[in-house]
């Protein structure tokens, strides 16, 4: 039996059995209407509204800048494009932090103006306060550990997370804390695959890897690099399934030329 096949509409629980049954989760961001109805036709698990877009969207070097608003338009453009699947929105820097009650105020936002699923945020015990008033409130919140983009000021790199023994502790605890306040899943990103097998093992609530291993209940991959349309970033995680953007760039070079040598529109395509 697949679970992922049978079900009409993806919900939190709907990860929860499938971890149950060893099935896998699949997992892609997505910032628009049309490829989000494109990943929804396609069976995609989980859409995952990241502030990646800051990235791959917007063109900034960090996902720092990334709004609140921003996120919400975002989300919204997704959430009209899908039937199926779940939606999880990412709670942008500087709106969870400093205290919980903004972290309930921007959640409630996120969910009213949105209509999404859930909301995700990165971070482990210093986010814990945050969590659980947004748990509390009815909000379904997928975790964050490893490579926290939001942090990268603070890690100076994005390098493999918690090789060393103390990080990695940090992050075994932070997992289990996770699980207690109620998180539904947690994203494990760029982690040594040892340890994010172990920690998958350790708690019941699915793991969702990016750069972190076979072993994880899931996969998540940001569009632009797996259809190749962001050509820059190479990580070793990334599997490229499809060459976007050279076929893009040789579709529009035709479209220049066909203009040039008025050959485009010709008399079938006017009125
Ligand atoms: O913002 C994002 O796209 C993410 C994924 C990399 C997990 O958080």
Known sequence: MSIHKDVKKVTTHT????????EKISMLTAYDYSFAKIFDASGIDVILVGDSAGNVIAGYETTVPVTLDQMIYHAQSVVRGINRCLVVVDMPF????????????????????????????????????????????????????????????????YTVRAKEEQEAEKLKKDIQLLEEVGCFAVV???????????????????????GAGA????????????????????????????????????????????IKKKDFPNESESY
């Open 15 to 22: 990860l929860q059995k499938m971890k149950l049954h060893g």
């Open 215 to 258: 072993a994880c209940d899931g996969q998540v991959l940001v569009m632009h690099d797996m259809l190749g349309i962001t050509t820059e970033f190479k990580p070793r995680f990334l599997r490229q399934y499809a060459n976007l953007g050279e076929q893009i760039n040789n579709a529009v070079k035709k479209y220049i030329e066909d």
């Open 94 to 157: 500087g709106t969870y932090q400093s205290n919980s009650d903004i972290a309930l105020a921007s959640a409630i936002r996120i969910m009213k103006e949105t209509g999404a699923h859930a909301i995700k945020l990165e971070g482990g015990e210093e986010v814990l306060d945050s969590i659980k008033k947004i748990v509390s409130a009815g909000i379904p919140v997928m975790g964050h550990l490893g490579l926290t983009p939001q942090s990268i000021y603070k890690f100076g790199t």
């Open 188 to 210: 494990l990103e760029k982690i040594p695959a040892t340890l994010a097998a172990e920690v998958t093992k350790s708690v019941n609530i699915p793991t969702i890897g990016i």
